[in-house]
């Protein structure tokens, strides 16, 4: 009888957590097709907050810019910390152990802080705020999130089928395209999701480091919300939840991600 009653109760647990994180999304979205700007009740179905959104252009700009930037992000810091990841995995050196812990204090260490440090520096060399700035900054949070992923997946590789490659005539770049790269690019893909995730959401580097006039979307909203928030934040964030749903099931489904299908 006790066993039912912590069953139940942990799945109640478990949809009142589910229930906290998905509610506000979905109000939302939900008010994202009402009528009113002011969410006034009883609901009135309406896309006119999408049809306004489709003609802003300081919304679709910022938008624009972020998936840009978040693109580039992912393609530098997937290829510098994939490469990264191997070479911690393949060689023994000086510092190496000094070099992986030192990955988590960038995830660790409050963004804020970062972006403080990011300005001064970049004023201080001379590259000052700006777009190829918040790139920079982007891809040195990114890089942490994907090695720690792809060495999660390298964890699992077994070293012995590089050396039989090698064994049979293999250099190293046949091994790794042929028999690492192979096992780890569901951690490639896993790291590029996070990469991209990390860059579009940021919102205190690209605050610090962007010029004005020149803000990403994080920034826009944020900015929005201090002048006057209007229903075209939650069109706009109605869509960006739509296809990050679209991307997560469709990389599930044909994504193991080390696991069954």
Do not use: C
């Not at 070099?99 to 004023?123: N, S």
């Not at 792809?150 to 005539?169: H, I, K, N, Q």
């Amino acid at each position: 009888m006790s066993g039912v009653l912590l069953t139940r109760l942990g799945k109640l647990w478990l949809l009142s957590i589910l229930f906290f994180l998905y509610a506000p999304i979905l109000v939302m979205a939900f008010m994202s097709f009402n009528a009113s700007q002011y969410y006034q009740l009883p609901f009135e179905f309406s896309l006119k907050w999408y049809e306004k959104l489709a003609l802003n252009t300081e919304i679709l700009d910022a938008a624009t810019r972020s998936i840009a930037i978040a693109i580039v992000t992912t393609v530098v810091a997937t290829v510098l910390g994939t490469a990264a990841s191997v070479a911690l995995f393949r060689f023994e050196f000086r510092g190496k152990r000094f070099l992986q812990v030192m990955l988590f204090p960038p995830i660790a260490i409050p963004w804020l802080i970062t972006g403080t440090a990011m300005l001064i520096f970049f004023f201080g060399i001379g590259l000052g705020r700006g777009t190829p700035s918040v790139i920079i900054g982007h891809v040195a949070l990114a890089i942490p999130y994907v090695i720690v992923v792809v060495s999660a997946r390298l964890a699992t590789f077994d070293a012995t089928l590089e050396e039989a490659a090698r064994s049979l005539g293999a250099n190293a770049w046949t091994v790794t395209r042929r028999v690492t790269f192979p096992w780890i690019v569901p951690g490639i893909i896993a790291g590029a999701l996070f990469a991209f995730a990390v860059s579009f959401d940021q919102f205190v580097i690209s605050y610090f480091l962007s010029e004005p006039g020149d803000s990403t979307l994080p920034v826009l909203i944020y900015t929005s919300i201090r002048k006057g928030f209007t229903p075209e934040i939650n069109a706009i964030s109605t869509i960006i939840i739509s296809l990050s749903m679209v991307v997560m099931l469709i990389a599930a489904r044909f994504s193991n991600f080390g696991g069954e299908r």
